[in-house]
């Protein structure tokens, strides 16, 4: 079996309100039973490449992240949650 890799570029973390008008990177999707056959391989994959992985089951959708991407994401997200600081960075940019 295949690594699970994208082709795709690097991700663009697009929020809220934001002017960024690209579309979110397509992900590699496998089935739970294939997941669970393959966790250590799909680990690795993901750790090595970066690329997000959905796994699809009978009760819904879960994503494998690399534990870097995962703190990648977090940190802006929890920036943008302090109220006024996303108003405060543009009138900063603005001068």
Excluded at 3 to 20: D, E, T
Excluded at 28 to 46: F, G, K, P
Aim: charge should be neutral; include cysteine.
């Amino acid at each position: 079996m295949q690594k699970a890799r994208s082709n795709c570029g690097p991700s663009v973390l697009v929020l809220p309100g934001s002017s960024v008008t690209t579309q979110p990177r397509a992900m590699n999707t496998i089935s739970l039973r294939i997941a669970q056959r393959d966790l250590l391989r799909l680990v690795e994959s993901v750790i090595d490449s970066d690329d997000p992985l959905e796994i699809v089951g009978p009760h819904g959708r879960a994503v494998l992240v690399s534990a870097e991407v995962w703190r990648d994401t977090q940190e802006p997200l929890f920036l943008l949650s302090i109220p006024g600081l996303r108003e405060s960075l543009k009138e900063q940019i603005r001068g």
